[in-house]
C-alpha cells in the first residue's frame, strides 16, 4: 500500500471517528493507540520502514480501534446485530479488538527482533513474539484497571465487560490466540517482505 493511501485512509477513518462519538471520553481513549502508533511511525519512517505487510497490518489496527471509539466496544452496530444472529449474550466486538491485540503487534514484534538481530536463530523467535503479545496484553489490562479506579462509572464503555466476570482472562486468551495465529498464518510471507527490503531486512 502506498503511504499516501495509508495516510489518507488513516485520516479519513479518524475524522468519521470522532464526529459526534458515542461517548467522547471513551472515544479519546480508545483511539489513543492508534495516535501514538501513527506518531511512531512518522517518527521512525525513515530511518526504520517496515514491511508493507506490517503498515497494513497496523492500519487495520487502527481502523478497529477507530470504530470501537466511535460506537464504543459495546455499542457496535455489527456486532449487536451479529448477537442477535448467534444468539450471543453480549456485543464481542472487544473480543475482534483483543485478538488483533495479538496479531498485528506480534508480526510487528517479529519485525523489529529479526531486524534488529535480537534473536540470531528462529528458536526462540515464536516464543519470545508471543510473550510480548502477552506483555502488551496485561499491560493493556492494567491500563483498564487504572482508568476505571480514577474515573469510576465513567469507564464502563472502555472497559467494555458488560457483565462478564472473565473478561479480562478472556482478553488475554484472544491476544494469544491473535499473536499465535499472526505467526502460523503470516510468518512466511512476512519473511519473503523481509527479503525484499535493502539489505535483506
Known amino acids: 500500500m502506498k503511504t499516501l493511501a495509508w ?13 459526534e462519538p458515542k461517548d467522547f471520553f471513551t472515544w479519546f481513549l480508545e483511539v489513543l493507540p492508534a ?11 525513515r530511518r526504520f520502514p517496515l514491511t508493507p505487510l506490517v503498515y497494513v ?23 449487536n446485530r451479529l448477537k442477535e444472529v448467534f444468539g450471543w ?5 472487544d473480543k475482534l479488538g483483543h485478538l488483533a491485540q495479538g496479531f498485528i503487534p ?8 529479526l531486524r534488529k538481530a535480537v534473536v540470531r536463530g528462529r528458536g526462540w523467535l515464536n516464543f519470545l513474539v508471543v510473550c510480548v503479545c502477552l506483555a502488551i496484553s496485561a499491560f493493556y489490562e492494567l491500563l483498564e484497571w ?12 472502555f472497559l467494555a465487560t458488560q457483565g462478564y466476570v472473565l473478561d479480562t482472562q478472556s482478553d488475554m486468551a484472544f491476544a494469544l490466540l491473535g499473536a499465535i495465529s499472526a505467526l502460523f498464518l503470516l510468518g512466511k510471507r512476512h519473511d519473503r517482505q523481509l527479503a525484499e527490503l535493502p539489505g535483506g531486512g
Open 89 to 93: 449474550s453480549r456485543n464481542n466486538y
Open 146 to 157: 487504572w482508568v476505571a479506579a480514577l474515573s469510576g462509572t465513567a469507564a464502563d464503555a
Open 106 to 113: 506480534a508480526m510487528a514484534a517479529r519485525e523489529i527482533l
Open 57 to 79: 497490518l497496523i492500519l487495520l489496527h487502527c481502523l478497529i480501534l477507530m470504530q470501537g471509539g466511535h460506537y464504543t466496544y459495546a455499542g457496535e452496530p455489527l456486532f
Open 35 to 45: 495516535l501514538i502508533a501513527a506518531g511512531v511511525l512518522v517518527a521512525t519512517r
Open 7 to 19: 495516510v489518507a485512509i488513516y485520516l479519513a477513518a479518524l475524522v468519521w471517528s470522532a464526529i
